[in-house]
């Protein structure tokens, strides 16, 4: 695979020269007219604990212009893909250009973004977008005032500068500091991602349409109801380079179990770099988590969370720390057994140590029709 990455840079490298006539054209009407581009993400939003009658959101977005065209990007992807064996075909193509769009994205520092939420007192301008490792991306916890109405959704608007008349918008999740909510996992708990096959992530992540693990719509559909409206929270080892792609398919596929995305920041330019991200099960990845659902901790200091991720990562030892660390956080917590992984009991045991046996379970594919029955509030 090393030399995959090695031909996708010489794709690239090569597209600034010498181009055929039709990519010529493709490079011009494919790069946007605009200045910049924004993308503002999905927010979790909580009660001011100084005053209360406030509300604080964490904020992020994310300021680019392109550095090349993402036809010529995927159309370089498209050849090297096939001397790996991968085929792209009919609407696979489109896929991919959309998917790596964010890719070929150079991250802008310095750069300042206003927001506007609906039904609140407070219009926000957030800090300078960083440099280096998080490049062009800003995230700040940000009063938003006094927010009218006691809906749970607030839609924000980025402010563009005077004659862009795109509309850049997002949902602020704001949700009360007691009840309950669900931090879930994505690859290979709610989305098939196949992360222990490296051509099988290819596809899925660039290519295929996304498809949910069966069973998981509905469920996430019972635990709405079952947990009274909890507030989904999706905390994935993925680069937010892929946060357009994976926002599309949670908020047409789990539509009552919609949220915002917590996802990695990374610098990359080569596609290949995303699937090697994905595919690690690194310390990056746990330290991610870790970071954000201890963040989510301190937003809903009195709320009870389900966790739910699957066993192809870090998920059981992330789960397994929080609760040591927060004995009150954690409702129950439940881990698809995927083929191939380490699905020993001596693995589970370990990561759930210091954890009451009735707080987790280990489930297969073949009980997740059952779990919906289940009464979390008393056990799993």
């Not at 490079?27 to 406030?54: C, E, T």
């Not at 602020?172 to 490296?198: E, Q, W």
């Amino acid at each position: 695979m090393h030399s995959t990455k090695y031909w996708v840079t010489l794709a690239l490298a090569s597209s600034a020269f010498a181009l055929p006539t039709f990519l010529q054209e493709e490079r011009r009407s494919d790069v946007s007219a605009h200045k910049f581009d924004y993308i503002l993400f999905d927010a979790p939003a909580f009660p001011d604990p100084v005053n209360p009658g406030n509300t604080l959101a964490s904020l992020q977005a994310f300021v680019s212009k392109h550095r090349t065209s993402t036809g010529i990007l995927a159309q370089a992807v498209t050849v090297v893909l096939k001397t790996q064996g991968i085929e792209v075909i009919g609407q696979q193509a489109e896929n991919l250009k959309k998917r790596v769009k964010l890719i070929t994205a150079l991250g802008l520092s310095r750069e300042q973004v206003k927001v506007h939420v609906d039904g609140c007192s407070q219009s926000v301008t957030l800090q300078e977008t960083a440099g280096f490792s998080n490049l062009g991306l800003v995230r700040q916890n940000v009063s938003l005032g006094a927010c009218t109405g006691n809906q749970r959704n607030l839609t924000a608007t980025v402010q563009l500068p005077a004659g862009d008349h795109r509309s850049v918008k997002a949902t602020i999740f704001r949700s009360p500091n007691r009840d309950y909510g669900v931090i879930s996992d994505i690859d290979d708990t709610i989305k098939i991602s196949n992360v222990l096959d490296k051509k099988a992530l290819i596809r899925s992540t660039l290519l295929d349409a996304p498809k949910p693990v069966p069973g998981m719509p509905e469920l996430y559909a019972k635990l709405s109801k079952t947990l009274k409206d909890p507030q989904f929270v999706y905390v994935s080892g993925s680069p937010f380079q892929l946060y357009p792609f994976l926002h599309e398919f949670i908020d047409s596929t789990y539509t009552t179990a919609k949220g915002p995305i917590m996802l990695q920041n990374l610098t990359v330019f080569d596609p290949r770099d995303v699937i090697e991200f994905i595919a690690s099960s690194s310390d990056a990845t746990y330290n991610h988590k870790m970071e954000s659902i201890t963040t989510l901790r301190s937003f809903y200091p009195k709320k009870k969370w389900m966790m739910i991720g699957d066993s192809t990562q870090k998920d059981p030892e992330v789960y397994g720390r929080i609760s040591n660390l927060f004995p009150d956080m954690l409702l129950c917590a439940w881990i698809r057994q995927v083929d191939n992984a380490d699905n020993t009991p001596e693995r589970f045991a370990k990561a759930f140590e210091g954890v009451p046996r009735s707080k987790w379970r280990v489930y297969t594919d073949a009980d997740i029709h059952k779990l919906g029955a289940i009464d979390v509030e008393h056990g799993c």
